[in-house]
């Protein structure tokens, strides 16, 4: 029988995140699919026999966007639920799920995600505003973009959208230096895209963006209130914030 909807999740790395992810999906009526990008097929042989009944593709990693396409076209259901190896679902969402229609494939439905960090729930600043990011589409009607970093859904005009209930739990990093790990990352791929878009960076970007990142997280958006953690997380906007100029800067260079 064709599975109501495929989860499609793609990962680098396998760890015991991935695996609640998995869990938390779940459901007789949906089919998982997880598309690893630069790991060994002994690796992903075991990861199948511990995960159980998911399907497990290897990808040439092509991109976010394309990746995640390539990854949709392998799934058995025309309906792809697109998921990061670190958002969990809770039982609601499962719910709200279950009792779509998906007649309508000119229709596409967004989840609300929340963030959290470790033990934290971040209730303010950038990363303590839910989400509604739109995941729920069918494939034959949307597609993503081909963005390196930030990829979005390419709706055609027209397409209504519809909010589900429940929650999408992100579980953005277990700690700080995780946060830091993947800024570093985005960042260069960040500055990458602007470059491709033909922006450009003065001796002034990065610096004066880093300090308005600052405000804009700490004092505008309140992530004072979040105490501790709020303050390092609107330092860490800063500095990723410079590097991504900063990036731009020397690809700029390089590129006389």
Request: aromatic content about 10%.
């Amino acid at each position: 029988m064709k599975p109501k909807l495929s989860v499609c999740i793609i990962s680098n790395m396998i760890d015991e995140r991935l695996y609640q992810v998995i869990d938390s999906f779940r459901h007789s009526s949906f089919e998982i699919c997880v598309g690893f990008n630069g790991l060994a097929a002994g690796k992903i042989n075991a990861f199948q026999q511990i995960a159980g009944a998911i399907k497990v593709f290897g990808l040439p990693w092509e991109g976010y966007g394309a990746t995640k396409n390539s990854l949709a076209q392998k799934a058995a259901a025309d309906w792809i639920l697109s998921i990061d190896s670190d958002e969990i679902a809770e039982a609601t969402l499962i719910d709200s799920l279950t009792r779509l229609d998906l007649e309508v494939p000119d229709k596409v439905y967004a989840v609300k995600r929340i963030q959290k960090i470790g033990a934290h729930k971040i209730r303010f600043g950038s990363f303590g505003a839910p989400e509604w990011k739109i995941r729920l589409y069918n494939k034959h009607t949307a597609s993503w973009d081909l963005e390196k970093v930030h990829e979005d859904l390419q709706i055609p005009p027209g397409n209504k959208v519809e909010r589900l209930a429940g929650t999408l739990w992100h579980l953005t990093a277990e700690n700080l230096a995780e946060v830091k790990a993947k800024n570093d990352h985005y960042a260069r791929l960040s500055a990458e895209n602007m470059l491709r878009r033909g922006k450009k960076a003065g001796i002034l970007k990065p610096g004066l963006s880093a300090f308005m990142a600052f405000m804009k997280q700490y004092f505008f958006k309140k992530g004072l209130l979040d105490g501790s953690i709020g303050w390092q997380l609107a330092r860490e906007s800063a500095r990723y914030t410079y590097l991504k100029y900063s990036n731009l800067r020397t690809m700029q260079s390089s590129a006389v």
